[in-house]
């Protein structure tokens, strides 16, 4: 892929095709899903109108998704979405939803630093690619919309957890080392 500082422009043909600026070539909602999970930035516009139909294709992966069985959403959470367009809440739920899915971001990234840099079973051999899966299923879990990033400095509340982590794989290595005698 080119520069992917700036969004991959697709364009939507009258014929409702979808054409990826970059590659000159035709694209699908699937390949669209992809380069997204990738990552990347995607910006679909209309090509005779210039309507930016983005959030109309972001919907209608999601739906697809959904419709095959990859169950993301649970239905409590999509009734109350239908109920926030008819309610005063459809000003808060965006940002209730942004916040949610940075904490989980947030959360998934300290989770990944705790387990390269304070696990001490990081010094067993096959703990790379134990992580790597870990990392796999989170982005699997996340259908890749959440990139492991960097985060801000852990809470008093997240320092007692990590503390009981601690000692609790503090315990099974100990136990390991027995059952290896």
Partial sequence: MADTGKPLLIKRYASRRLYNTET???????DIAAFIREGREVQIVDLKSGDDLT???LLQIIAEHESRGENVLPVDVLTDLVRSYTS???SVV???LAASFEML??????MMDNMTKVNPMA??????????????FFKAMTGGLMPMGGSSG???ESDDDLDDIKKQLAEL????????K
């Fill in 88 to 90: 005063q809440a459809a």
């Fill in 55 to 57: 959030r109309q294709y």
């Fill in 105 to 110: 971001r947030e959360g998934q990234s300290k």
């Fill in 123 to 136: 010094k067993l051999p096959g703990f790379d690619a134990m992580r790597a899966q870990q990392e796999a």
């Fill in 24 to 30: 000159s070539d035709y694209v699908t909602l699937e």
């Fill in 173 to 180: 290595q100990s136990k390991l080392s027995r059952m290896g």
């Fill in 154 to 156: 852990p809470s008093r």
């Fill in 94 to 96: 965006p940002q209730f």
